[in-house]
């Protein structure tokens, strides 16, 4: 089971990235995804979740407009399509796969309901 994410970079305030998530060794269909950050010196955070369908969203509230997530099933493949990049944004993105195929909305950004992590990729938000 691999999870491989990739898209970072450095960008500049106001700029877009679209991270990438490539699993695997398993099929992405079943799972949902998660994508979480870590900046510097703070806590892991939890920033968008995707059902296993590609039904149900979900965001934490200070990317909500700015970040979408989406999921190719037949690619094997999740996105996270970020805009109008802040400089707070700047953190380490990890993917990482749930347990099941789809969360309540109480758990979906809560890195306890996620079996498997991707490595990380740096994105960097800086003029």
């Known amino acids: 089971v691999q999870l491989q994410a990739s898209g970072g970079g450095l960008v500049q305030p106001g700029g877009s990235l679209r991270l990438s998530c490539a699993a695997a060794?398993?099929?992405?269909?079943?799972?949902?995804i998660g994508w979480f950050r870590q900046a510097p010196g703070k806590e892991r955070e939890g920033v968008s979740y995707?059902?296993?369908?590609?039904?149900?969203?979900y965001y934490t509230d200070s990317v909500k407009g700015r970040f979408t997530i989406s999921r190719d099933n037949l690619k094997n493949t999740a996105y996270l399509q970020m805009n109008n990049l802040k400089p707070e944004d700047t953190a380490v993105y990890y993917c990482?796969?749930?347990?099941?195929?789809?969360?309540?909305?109480?758990?979906?950004?809560?890195?306890?309901?996620?079996?498997?992590w991707g490595q990380g990729t740096q994105v960097t938000v800086s003029s």
């Open positions: 995707i059902s296993s369908t590609g039904g149900t969203t």
């Open positions: 990482a796969r749930a347990r099941s195929g789809a969360l309540f909305s109480g758990y979906r950004l809560s890195g306890a309901q996620y079996a498997s």
């Open positions: 060794g398993f099929p992405l269909v079943n799972y949902a």
